[in-house]
């Protein structure tokens, strides 16, 4: 595993703080993310502050890939780089991404995809690409399923937020044997469903909670 550098303590922290007093949140199964192990955490994607909120859940780095323009700034870079993302530029995107997130599997650290490939602009599950089974078959990693809930439609201020993770799946738990566009499509569907079984059971809790109808 590489060693995290200074700069995740500084942002981890930060982050930490800044979180538990505008943005509470929850952690539900957060020790099914194993501490030296390669695993693949695969998200839901609601808000820009996810990658930083889904890292504050753990004490590992989880590293996220992002758009290059990101780290122009150096404030934004050093955030950025601070909670592990890496910068990929969108015009050749596909090969370096792969490339890069399959040393990061190889190293025995931990990799975090945004399943839908982009945030959802209604709150509502979109189809699931297939970069992070691809990358599962090539590296024979598990996934983990995480589902971020909030309140209401986008992340607000002083909004309850909960983080819940799944269990590990393994390739054979999800069909990925010979890494075909059929394989990948189905495990697709499976973690989309652990995803939406998780944001279920945290919307019932949130309604019992009288938080949301």
Same mark, same amino acid.
């Given at each position: 595993?590489? /060693? /995290? %550098? ?7 922290? =930060? ?11 929850d952690v539900e199964n957060g020790k099914s993310l194993p501490k030296d192990k390669g695993v693949i955490v695969c998200s839901n ?20 890939? &992002?758009? *290059? ?14 909670? $592990? ?11 370096q991404a792969l490339s890069v997130a399959e040393d990061i599997l190889n190293e025995e650290d931990c990799l975090g995809i945004f399943?839908? $490939? ?9 189809? %699931? ?8 078959? =090539?590296? /024979?990693? %598990?996934?983990? %399923?995480?589902?971020?809930?909030? *309140? ?34 189905? &495990? $697709? ?23 949301i109808k």
């Amino acid at each position: 595993m590489i /060693k /995290k %550098p200074l700069t995740f303590h500084i942002v981890h922290k =930060a982050c930490f703080i800044f979180f538990k007093i505008f943005y509470p949140f929850d952690v539900e199964n957060g020790k099914s993310l194993p501490k030296d192990k390669g695993v693949i955490v695969c998200s839901n994607h609601i808000s820009n502050i996810d990658p930083f909120l889904i890292n504050v859940t753990q004490n590992r780095m989880i590293r996220f890939m &992002a758009k *290059q323009e990101l780290f122009n700034n150096k404030l934004s870079a050093f955030a950025m780089r601070g909670c $592990g993302a890496f910068p990929v530029d969108r015009g050749h995107s596909g090969a370096q991404a792969l490339s890069v997130a399959e040393d990061i599997l190889n190293e025995e650290d931990c990799l975090g995809i945004f399943i839908e $490939g982009t945030r959802s602009k209604t709150g509502d599950f979109g189809k %699931p690409r297939s970069g992070a089974f691809r990358v599962a078959f =090539a590296t /024979k990693k %598990p996934i983990i %399923p995480c589902c971020i809930t909030i *309140q209401t439609v986008f992340a607000k201020p002083f909004k309850r937020i909960k983080v819940s993770f799944g269990e590990p799946l393994s390739c054979e738990d999800l069909g990925l044997i010979e890494g075909t566009m059929k394989e990948y499509r189905a &495990a $697709g569907q499976i973690v989309m469903n652990k995803i939406s079984e998780l944001r279920e059971k945290q919307q019932t809790e949130f309604r019992e909670q009288g938080l949301i109808k």
